[in-house]
């Protein structure tokens, strides 16, 4: 992993969720990406979905502290295009070879879509770090991801698809999840109705979900180090 990849993915890792979203023009980038700040949630994957996605990214990098990617990645032109306006990592549906390699040449941190094993050993065997398990949810959801975390423990991956506020905290609390992909926080009808409000609560709800989650963690690890101490004491009893 080169020190730009370990740099963003430690970013993502540290946002643990990112707004996947589809932009119904350039023009509401700039509301979009001063709301989800605000909301304490500075990324945002801009997906190909739309015809103003590269406009978009262009305007969301003006942000200063917002990481922000490209998604739905499914040519080396487009994959172009998205470094041409910025992103600064790309996330695509499925493992396409050539995209791989033309972001690995240009040194641009990328997460193809994977769910299957055989496409995990494809994607590991073309030098990649971080993937993407997509569609999450109609793959298995968390299921799958134990699954993967027992032959492949050193992957770390980015599920999306079909993630929302109700499920988000169980795959938060697995250890081979960077973080998750949600299209739930910024949908494109807000928007188009200009609703940054409500795109910020749901960030900032989301945001609270992984505070929770990092709190629970804390409380869990400080309990166990108290009961291995315990046990220790008792053995030298």
């Given at each position: 992993?080169?020190?730009?990849?370990?740099?963003?993915?430690?970013?993502?890792?540290?946002?643990?969720?990112?707004?996947?979203?589809?932009?119904?023009?350039?023009?509401?980038?700039?509301?979009?990406g001063r709301a989800l700040l605000s909301a304490g949630l500075p990324?945002?994957?801009?997906?190909?979905?739309?015809?103003?996605?590269?406009?978009?990214?262009?305007?969301?990098?003006?942000?200063?502290?917002?990481?922000?990617?490209?998604?739905?990645?499914?040519?080396?032109?487009?994959?172009?295009?998205?470094?041409?306006?910025?992103?600064?990592?790309?996330?695509?549906?499925?493992?396409?070879?050539?995209?791989?390699?033309?972001?690995?040449?240009?040194?641009?941190?990328?997460?193809?879509?994977?769910?299957?094993?055989?496409?995990?050993?494809?994607?590991?065997?073309?030098?990649?770090?971080?993937?993407?398990?997509?569609?999450?949810?109609?793959?298995?959801?968390?299921?799958?991801?134990?699954?993967?975390?027992?032959?492949?423990?050193?992957?770390?991956?980015?599920?999306?698809?079909?993630?929302?506020?109700?499920?988000?905290?169980?795959?938060?609390?697995?250890?081979?999840?960077?973080?998750?992909?949600?299209?739930?926080?910024?949908?494109?009808?807000?928007?188009s109705e200009g609703r940054f409000d409500e795109i910020e609560r749901?960030?900032?709800?989301?945001?609270?979900?992984?505070?929770?989650?990092?709190?629970?963690?804390?409380?869990?690890?400080?309990?166990?180090?108290?009961?291995?101490?315990?046990?220790?004491?008792?053995?030298?009893?």
């Open positions: 992993m080169t020190d730009v990849e370990k740099q963003v993915f430690e970013q993502l890792r540290a946002c643990r969720v990112v707004p996947v979203v589809k932009l119904p023009n350039a023009g509401c980038a700039e509301g979009l990324c945002i994957e801009v997906t190909f979905r739309s015809a103003a996605a590269e406009g978009a990214i262009r305007e969301l990098v003006r942000l200063p502290g917002l990481l922000v990617g490209a998604g739905t990645i499914r040519s080396v032109e487009q994959a172009r295009a998205a470094q041409k306006a910025g992103a600064r990592f790309l996330v695509s549906p499925g493992l396409r070879e050539d995209v791989v390699k033309y972001a690995l040449a240009e040194g641009l941190p990328i997460a193809p879509g994977v769910c299957t094993p055989s496409e995990v050993e494809r994607a590991l065997d073309l030098g990649l770090t971080v993937l993407k398990f997509f569609p999450a949810e109609q793959f298995g959801g968390v299921g799958t991801l134990k699954a993967f975390s027992a032959v492949y423990p050193d992957v770390p991956f980015m599920p999306t698809g079909g993630i929302n506020a109700d499920n988000l905290s169980r795959y938060l609390a697995l250890d081979n999840v960077l973080c998750c992909g949600g299209s739930w926080l910024a949908e494109t009808a807000l928007l749901r960030a900032r709800h989301a945001a609270g979900i992984v505070a929770s989650g990092i709190a629970s963690a804390g409380v869990a690890t400080s309990a166990g180090s108290k009961s291995g101490s315990i046990g220790s004491s008792r053995s030298a009893g």
